[in-house]
């Protein structure tokens, strides 16, 4: 493997490796990174990825969302995954958006919501939010931004399923 280097990158235009990064001024890169083709992230509130972070192929990651008016930082702590094709945007109380450190996003996530460090992180179907510790324990929930924030910011060793269905 070749020894990584700090890119130049230029506003709004694709790197040598075919992501962008619109707001360059508000954006902040970490050693090691990865970052796959396709990726587009929009700085504007700011957005930075800590070191040794890996973010698959054609992902998004918003500071502003136009669409529900929602605005504020994202912070990717080290050694965080982030699944093809997921995106990211703007908590809705415009606080910082965190990633936390060694958590894992899977494949076409949605993320609103900080996810904890050492947490894998997987959307099932477009209503539900599954959360699993690296020991295996399990954490599923219906999506409701006050439900889900809850579950989130309270982890406890429990497994709650619902059914779209309910």
């Known amino acids: 493997m070749t020894e990584w280097k700090q890119l130049v990158i230029k506003d709004g235009e694709p790197t040598k490796w075919g992501w962008v990064v619109k707001n360059i001024q508000n954006f902040r890169l970490g050693k090691n990174t990865d970052i796959g083709y396709g990726t587009y992230i929009q700085a504007k509130n700011g957005v930075i990825i800590e070191d040794n972070v890996k973010i698959a192929a054609h992902c998004s990651i918003y500071s502003e969302n136009t669409i529900d008016n929602t605005r504020g930082s994202i912070l990717i702590k080290e050694n965080a995954c982030i699944g093809a094709n997921s995106v990211i945007l703007p908590r809705k109380d415009g606080g910082l958006l965190t990633i936390g450190k060694n958590a894992k996003v899977g494949a076409l996530s949605l993320v609103k919501h900080n996810i904890p460090s050492n ?25 409701s931004s006050d439900f889900s924030y809850q579950l989130v910011n309270n982890l406890k060793p429990l497994y709650l399923k619902y059914s779209s269905m309910n």
């Open 119 to 143: 947490l894998i992180f997987i959307q099932k179907r477009y209503s539900y939010y599954i959360f699993r510790t690296q020991e295996q324990d399990i954490y599923e929930q219906k999506f």
